[in-house]
């Protein structure tokens, strides 16, 4: 990989988690609703990109294609 060539030894590892007192079925729902559009940083990124940022939920994102 290429940032193999430049760096390729890494000082440090980080490993993050988080719990949610939920099941998976009921975390995948409330995401599928989720308005992602209302991040600034979210619209900003699909704006640098071109892309429409209204109405981005991941139900849209994988209607487009998007894995």
């Not at 290429?2 to 030894?9: E, Q, R, S, T, V």
């Not at 988080?18 to 619209?43: K, P, W």
């Amino acid at each position: 990989m290429l940032i193999d060539k430049y760096l390729p030894a890494f000082h440090f590892s980080e490993k993050h988690s988080i719990n949610i007192l939920s099941d998976a079925q009921t975390i995948s729902s409330v995401m599928e609703q989720y308005d992602l559009g209302q991040s600034r940083l979210i619209r900003l990124l699909f704006w640098l990109r071109g892309m429409p940022s209204s109405n981005i939920s991941m139900k849209s994102l994988t209607k487009g294609g998007f894995i």
